[in-house]
Each structure stands twice: as structure tokens, then as C-alpha cells.
């Protein structure tokens, strides 16, 4: 971890026994947290976490009200594996750490304001601004965008690229100032960035690759070290928010691990050795003495090490960050010293699922930069904006993507991927007609593929469909709410549709389907906890999640409980193209819709003509609710 302390907690055997899991109710990888001691009195309390989003038992039991009382606490991020919990420090507080001992803890998620402030200040500054660069001024449509007469001769570092991705590098090679990549489900938007910036690297140029979210820029990361190899290729963020197998290439860790790192380990040493002085001593002066020195060595090592970074990143050729990253202090001050342009190229990928504010960061912190790629779907999720007012859900849910398609040239700087690599066209055909303009085609490797043709998978009608509608219209499959049971959240569950999916998730694998290949998307997490309880206890490697959940994801097949059956024809959720989008476009051969069709016709036109397209181009059945519940 770049030579952080890492403290390792799990829950105290005294409170849940050995077997009991671990509850961190929303505390996740990468959260900010704090940890301290708990105060007596909170130890005759009531076991357990206590119902609050903030606070968070481990090794211990839910504390009081000891957070300002409690001197004894560190700050760090949380590292969350299996039925424990790390908390990663920046700095080795021995007297804190063995104060703690063997005492109970509490451990409490904090508020990390980081990238809204990084957002506000970049908006700030755009605002202030007296001058724009070139992007800054197309971006505004202050300017128009350079257009290529002739696209440039690339010699193709992937023999695997089809003609549409070759396209796309071309035009990103080019002239244009700004060059915006449409990927639609499955077309390879990724395998077309890695060749980008390969295309780019091999030109002498340095590229900084961003994203909304760290898995994100791993995800490109990931792909990237295969091409480029040690400190060319650089990851800034906290290591514990990396991918394991991607810290190697944090700017931490390796500005003390490799040979730039040399100077400040040794004195990273020598202030550990002063510090074990101190204990060991018991005269005043020497103690001062010894903290003065202290004091100058650590002075000392801030200023080797800030060099150490801007080394490290001036040497690189591909910096890989998230949006809000890539407003760091370490590439502010390496942008500083450099004394020239540090980027060339700025590659925002998700772009789609980036607020637009996000994106002002790097746009606004490297203005020098010559050109700017963006990548992502707007017809797939949106950024995720948690507000009650619909002006400003609107206003935020605005992205990049629609600022660049809405310039005078942006259909111009547009370029679609059009081939997909993953659904039977027979699945690919409604979302490309309506959300694509029909310009989706399925490549021959997948275009025909079916269920049944997997390894040991019986060929029975149900696994030679590729689309198949199981209508349950009617009264025998109500929907319910918090106010008809009051068993799960404001949320809403529909319990006959799920035993419904839960004999079709039987069904195939007694013909031969592993449990792996079955992925069930539910627009409520309410169906979702009903349907996890239904099929885990027996079928725990079958996928159950929300849409959000299988966002860039893909499943053999794809099982939708669409929920909703009312008289009404209130659709909820449902009425979010984008997000029903998603969910079609996840299976690679099959896609079985549950729900009722009258219900869902009545919702919207999108609804009411995927319905009818559905209704002439899938296998249709109708279950009998006798047949459901004697099966179950």
C-alpha cells in the first residue's frame, strides 16, 4: 500500500460468534472512514448496528455519541474483503494504533467532500475564466471544431479491428480538436480506446485516460499494461480503491518502490528510527532535540518526495485517473514544473455515466492540451443525481456526450460502432431500431447464437428461443407495495412473478444450464431481495441485481421481472427507456422478459412499441398460477 499501515478489523467472536457475517451496511471499498475506541458506557448498549447511515459496528458493539470525546482515532480508507474490513492510514500513529490493543471499536463512514469541491472549483474557474483555450472554446460553441478533409494512414497496432473502429481511431489520429465515440452495447468501445492510445504512445505523445469511477479506469488499465509496460504507465489514486493487480502502477507506490523512491525511503527510515528514540528516552531535552530533527527530516522528505512524484509523472507517457483524480495536487504540481504541456491528449471514457461537472476537472486543470476523445452511450444510465427536484435531475443528468452531439459539428466528430459482439440479432433488433436508428448489426460470430448450443444444454423449445415474453397479465400476479405488507422498503415486489422466474431458473438447469450463465435484473430492489431468497438458498451463483448491478455486464441469459401489473397502467421505473435499455442489451442468447403486457403497453409509446414488437418477434407464453405455485 505504498507504505501506508493497513489495520485489519473483524467482528468480535465475544458479540456474533465465529460464524455470524460481518454488517458494514453501505461502508464500501474506497469509503472514507474513521476508527477509534469506544467509550465505556457504550459497551452496555444494544448489540449490533444501529439503524444510521453514518455509523458502522466492527470488533465491537454500536457505540455512543463518542466521536468529538474520543481522542484517540485514525482516518483512512476502508479495504473491504470477504467478513472483514482493512482501514488503510497515511500515516503510522504509533501511540494511537497501541492504545487501541484489543479494545472494542467503532468504526464510523465519513463524508469525503474531495470531488465535489474538485467539481465546484473547476466550475469556479471556468466561470472566472478571462480566456478559453481551443477545446474550452468549442466545448462553449465559442468555435467550431476542426474538421479532417482526408483522414489520416494508420498502420493498426490490433489486427482485429473492424472497419467502424478504424474509423473511430482515424478521426481521433486527425486533425479535429474533439472526437466523440458512440459505443452501443458489445461493440468494443473499450478495444477501441486501447488502440487510441496506443496509436498515440507510439507517436511520442502523453495521454491522460479518465473516467467516472475508479473500476472505470481500471477496467482500461487492466488492458493497458500488457501494452505498456512499467513506469510509462501510471495510476493515480489511493491504492486501496485500486484493483489488486493494478497498484503496481500507483503513483504511491511506486515513488517508494522503485529506483526514483531511493532517497525518501531512506529517509522515511531515518525519521522511523528517531520516532523509536523518543519512547526510549526519558530526558526532556533529548526528546526535544529529537523532535526538532524530526521535524526537518520530515520538512526534508515533503520536498524530495513532491520532486520524486513530478518525476515520475513527467516520465510517464499514459496517466490513468478518475475525473476527479485528475484534479490531484501530484499532477497539479507536476503540470507546474514541467514547463510545458504535460498532456497531449485528454481520453474521458464513461463519459455518459460522468456529470458534466466531472468533466470540467481535467478540461479545466491541463487547458494546454491539444485534444480531447470522449467515449460512452447516452442511451445507456445516465450519471446517478439523487434529487427531489425534477429541474434539477434534469440539469445534472446533462452530460458531455450531449453537450459535444449538440454542437453545430457533432454529429460531424460523432463516430458509431456499429458492429456488436455480443447478442443474437434477434435480441440486438429492438433496441437498435429504437434507440440506435437501426444502424446496429450483430457480427456473423454471434448474430445466430443460442442457448442451446452451449456446452451440455438440451435442446428444448425454451433454450432454442432467443427472445421469449412470459406474459403475466391479469389478476393472478398483483404487484404489492410498503402499503400492502410492510416486509421490505418503499419499494415494490411482485411475489407470483417471483416464483414465476424462480421455475423458468429451475427449468434450465435440470436442461443442462449452469447457474453462472443465469443473470436476473429486477427494477425494484425489493424483487430483488425476494428472488435472492427464493433461489440462493439453492442456486447461489445465479446473478440477481438491479439494472444498475449489470451496467457493463453480460450473461448467457438474461431472465427481466418486469414487476409491474396494476389496472392503472403505472409503470414506475419502467418508463426509463435508458435504463430498460441496458437491461435488453446484457444477454449474449437468450432475453425472457416476465411481466404483464397490458400493464406495461399502457406506460408509454416506448413501452407500448416494444410490446407490439415483442408480441410479433418473441416465443410468447402464459403461464397458469395453479401450475407456478404447485411447482414451487
Known amino acids: ?54 455509523k458502522k459496528t466492527s470488533s465491537a458493539e454500536s457505540g455512543a455519541s463518542t466521536e468529538d470525546k474520543n481522542a484517540n482515532k485514525l482516518e483512512g480508507v476502508a479495504n473491504v474483503s470477504g467478513n472483514s474490513i482493512s482501514v ?126 475508479n473500476v472505470s479506469v481500471d477496467n482500461i488499465l487492466e488492458r493497458l499494461k500488457h501494452h505498456i509496460k512499467g513506469n510509462k504507465l501510471i495510476r493515480i489514486g489511493h491504492p486501496a480503491r485500486l484493483f489488486q493487480g493494478n497498484r503496481m502502477n500507483a503513483l504511491d507506490i511506486v515513488s517508494k518502490t522503485g529506483d526514483h523512491g531511493q532517497v525518501i525511503r531512506e529517509l522515511r527510515e531515518e525519521i522511523d528510527q528517531n520516532l523509536g528514540k523518543i519512547s526510549k528516552t526519558r530526558s526532556g531535552r533529548e526528546r526535544r532535540e529529537i523532535y526538532s530533527d524530526v521535524k526537518m527530516l520530515r520538512k526534508d522528505y515533503r520536498v524530495r518526495e513532491k520532486k520524486v512524484l513530478n518525476d515520475i509523472i513527467m516520465e510517464a507517457q499514459v496517466v490513468v485517473s478518475t475525473l476527479h483524480g485528475a484534479g490531484s495536487y501530484s499532477l497539479r504540481n507536476a503540470a507546474q514544473a514541467s514547463g510545458r504541456p504535460l498532456f497531449d491528449t ?23 492540451t491539444k485534444k480531447l476523445v470522449i467515449a460512452g452511450d447516452n442511451m445507456q ?38 458492429i456488436q459482439y455480443r447478442m443474437n440479432e434477434n435480441i440486438m433488433q429492438f433496441p437498435s431500431n429504437y434507440f440506435y436508428k437501426s444502424k446496429l448489426v450483430a457480427d456473423s460470430s454471434v448474430a445466430h ?20 415474453w412470459i406474459d403475466t397479465q391479469g389478476d393472478d ?6 402499503e400492502d405488507n410492510n416486509k421490505f422498503d418503499t419499494s415494490r415486489y411482485n411475489e407470483n412473478e417471483a416464483y414465476l422466474v424462480f421455475n423458468y431458473v429451475k427449468k434450465l438447469l435440470e436442461h443442462g444450464v449452469t447457474p453462472e450463465s443465469i443473470g436476473i435484473i429486477a427494477p425494484y430492489s425489493a424483487q430483488v431481495s425476494l428472488l435472492s431468497k427464493l433461489i ?72 407500448h412499441e416494444w410490446v407490439k414488437w415483442s408480441e410479433d418477434n418473441s416465443m410468447l407464453e402464459f403461464p397458469d398460477i395453479g401450475e407456478v405455485l404447485e411447482a414451487y
Open 477 to 482: 400476479f398483483p404487484e404489492s407495495s410498503l
Open 88 to 213: 488503510v492510514i497515511d500515516e503510522d500513529n504509533n501511540d494511537t494504533l497501541s492504545s487501541f490493543g484489543d479494545a472494542r471499536l467503532w468504526l464510523v463512514k465519513l463524508t469525503n467532500n474531495v470531488t465535489y469541491n474538485r467539481m465546484n472549483f473547476a466550475l469556479k474557474k471556468l466561470k472566472e475564466a478571462k480566456s478559453y483555450s481551443r477545446i474550452q472554446e468549442i466545448l462553449l460553441g465559442q468555435a467550431n471544431a476542426s474538421l479532417p478533409v482526408v483522414l489520416p494512414d494508420v498502420t493498426f497496432l490490433d489486427p482485429n479491428m473492424n472497419d467502424p473502429q478504424k474509423d473511430a481511431v482515424k478521426f481521433a489520429l486527425s486533425d479535429s480538436e474533439i472526437s466523440l465515440i458512440h459505443g452501443p452495447p458489445g461493440t468494443g468501445k473499450t478495444f477501441t480506446l486501447i488502440e487510441i492510445i496506443r496509436q498515440m504512445v507510439s507517436r511520442g505523445e502523453r495521454v491522460l485516460v479518465c473516467g467516472p469511477s
Open 381 to 418: 444510465l445516465p450519471p446517478v443525481v439523487m434529487s427531489k427536484s425534477a429541474k434539477t435531475k434534469d440539469v445534472l443528468e446533462k452530460t458531455l456526450f450531449d453537450r459535444v452531439e449538440s454542437l453545430k459539428e457533432g454529429e460531424k466528430v460523432k463516430k458509431l460502432l456499429s
Open 449 to 468: 447464437r443460442l442457448l442451446c448450443e452451449l456446452p451440455d444444454v438440451e435442446r428444448i423449445e425454451e433454450t432454442e428461443a432467443p427472445v421469449m
Open 346 to 368: 485528454i481520453i474521458i471514457d464513461e463519459v455518459s455515466q460522468s456529470l458534466e461537472a466531472q468533466c470540467w476537472i481535467p478540461i479545466m486543470d491541463f487547458p494546454d
Open 536 to 607: 440462493h438458498e439453492q442456486h447461489s451463483a445465479v446473478e440477481i441485481a438491479t439494472v444498475d448491478g449489470f451496467q457493463g455486464r453480460e450473461k448467457e441469459v438474461i431472465i427481466l421481472s418486469l414487476v409491474r401489473s396494476n389496472e392503472k397502467g403505472e409503470v414506475g421505473f419502467l418508463g426509463e427507456e435508458r435504463r430498460l435499455n441496458v437491461a435488453m442489451t446484457r444477454p449474449k442468447r437468450q432475453l425472457v422478459v416476465v411481466g404483464d403486457t397490458v400493464t406495461i403497453s399502457r406506460g408509454s409509446k416506448f413501452l
Open 1 to 54: 500500500m505504498g507504505g501506508r499501515t493497513v489495520i485489519s478489523l473483524e467482528l468480535d467472536p465475544a458479540i456474533g460468534g465465529n460464524d455470524k457475517e460481518l454488517d458494514l451496511g453501505d461502508v464500501r471499498t474506497g469509503d472514507l472512514v474513521r476508527i477509534a475506541l469506544q467509550s465505556s458506557s457504550s459497551t452496555t448498549k444494544k448489540k449490533g448496528v444501529k439503524s444510521t447511515k453514518s
